[in-house]
């Protein structure tokens, strides 16, 4: 279980074991760990920011745990469907302990499944989307970490300077070196490799910053589920292209993954582009936080009833700003009203208990006698 890691141009050296802990004679592997904080936190940030998408997040949690509990099945499924060796066992086939997962095969899983969710507990379909999306990015960003600690993910032979090897590389590439070479691919075992857990690491935290820092700028429910599918599809087609331990498609050079990224990033594109005409120039069509519901209310009517049918994109943009002005202008009254009216209730409070209090202390009459 012991493994050495070294980045040589970098003089790093790392020793892991991939076992945790053991539990009842159980080993608790770090590649399980790291991926359930890598849930954790995508979650984490679907339930903080769930009201901001008009979202129930007491709701949302049947979603999450049924698009998780999916979705990790999928993945399985999905690596076990492609694998290109065969299993002795239904235990093998189901224990994920030595890794074997296929992302895409989480994503659609969890798309799925979690999407069926959505229509059972009545959870915006397309919003809840959008923030599953973003934190799946967060998710795989740390996920990838796994793979690290179990010494898979890594890629064909490299000079650059992060180039990393180490015994289980070596051994891999030994055992598959002649099955490579006759898809076209030459790899030398006692050389570096690329580290593509590390590149898909790093797109994925960019990615999840980006399409959060985008989240306000958003045209329309689901624009953020179709900006996820083209940023994590064209890091994976070229980040696949590298790898040499991931699941290929017979006849054609291209792994699963490289198509299934093909594709989707392209039906991804035609979509944004024929979504953004359809909304180009009407007010954005996000929905709003709970909470400011009765804001939007009191802003919205007055703020478009002045355009006219015929208003040009400048007309919306102008209006939208002018919108966003009243809502943050009736917002901040309504912040100053709360200290004024708990003022008053305190006053009137303090009011009535002195006034009880001297109606206790007033003497009877039948007490001066």
């Keep these: 279980m012991i493994n050495h890691v070294q980045f040589p141009a970098l003089g790093l050296e790392f020793t892991l074991n991939r076992v945790a802990f053991s539990l009842g004679g159980l080993d608790v592997y770090w590649y399980g760990i790291i991926l359930a904080l890598g849930l954790l936190a995508g979650m984490a940030f679907a339930f903080r920011y769930a009201v901001d998408f008009g979202i129930d997040s007491d709701r949302l949690v049947d979603v999450v745990v049924i698009g998780t509990v999916c979705g990790v099945a999928c993945a399985r499924i999905y690596y076990v469907a492609f694998a290109p060796f065969r299993y002795n066992s239904l235990w093998e086939m189901i224990d994920l302990r030595d890794g074997g997962i296929a992302i895409y095969g989480a994503v659609i899983g969890a798309f799925l499944f979690g999407g069926l969710a959505c229509l059972w507990r009545k959870v915006p379909l397309l919003p809840t989307f959008d923030i599953v999306a973003i934190g799946f990015l967060a998710g795989q960003g740390i996920g990838r970490w796994g793979n690290f600690m179990n010494r898979e993910a890594f890629g064909t ?44 690491s790093i797109w994925c935290l960019i990615g999840f910053v980006l399409l959060w820092r985008y989240v306000k700028k958003r045209r329309f429910d689901g624009e953020i589920t179709l900006l996820y599918v083209v940023w994590y599809g064209v890091e994976r087609f070229v980040v696949e292209g590298l790898r040499t331990d991931s699941l290929m498609l017979p006849g054609i050079g291209l792994r699963v993954s490289q198509v299934l990224a093909l594709v989707s990033v392209a039906a991804a594109l035609i979509a944004l582009f024929v979504l953004r005409r359809k909304h180009r120039g009407q007010p954005l069509q996000v929905r709003l936080a709970v909470k400011d519901l009765k804001t939007y209310a009191k802003a919205s009517p007055e703020t478009w009833d002045s355009l006219e049918a015929g208003a040009t994109h400048r007309d919306f943009v102008q209006a939208t700003a002018a919108w966003n002005e009243k809502i943050a202008r009736l917002a901040a009254d309504e912040e100053n009203e709360e200290p004024e009216n708990a003022e008053n209730a305190e006053s009137e409070e303090t009011a009535e208990t002195a006034e009880t209090a001297e109606n206790t202390e007033e003497p009877d009459a039948s007490d001066k006698n």
């Design 157 to 200: 032979n490299t000079t650059l300077p992060w180039g990393m090897i180490s015994e289980s590389t070596q051994n891999y590439l030994t055992n598959w070196q002649a099955a490579l070479a006759a898809e076209g691919v030459t790899v030398d075992p006692s050389l570096p490799v690329h580290p593509t857990f590390l590149y898909e």
